[in-house]
């Protein structure tokens, strides 16, 4: 029987994400090595740490979301009640542009 850390330190080696960071309260859910998870974890959390410091942003990386259904659900809400329509007469259609996220100058007057 070997022990959490023991666990832990053969994932290391393995450059494996431990199983006990897979729990809903310590990580998220993924196939990548250990090395591009905690990359993904460093940019993930940026990426909310600048919503949640300097508003909004102009564009979403979906990819960030633990849940991304969750996300476009709350979307779909904003966008009824600011519109007055049915939510239930909604759905989402995409435009792909041909600029980076980082390129995106305003965002979107209504709806994201």
Known sequence: MTSLLEDMFNSFINNKVPESWLNITVGYPSLKPLASWVNDLVKRLEFMGSWLYDGPPKSYWL??????????TAAMQTFARDTK????TLS???HVLDVMAEEVTE???VGV
């Open 107 to 109: 965002a979107q007057e």
């Open 63 to 72: 990819s960030a979301f633990f849940f991304p259904q969750g996300f476009m």
């Open 85 to 88: 329509k049915p939510i239930d």
């Open 92 to 94: 989402f259609r995409t």
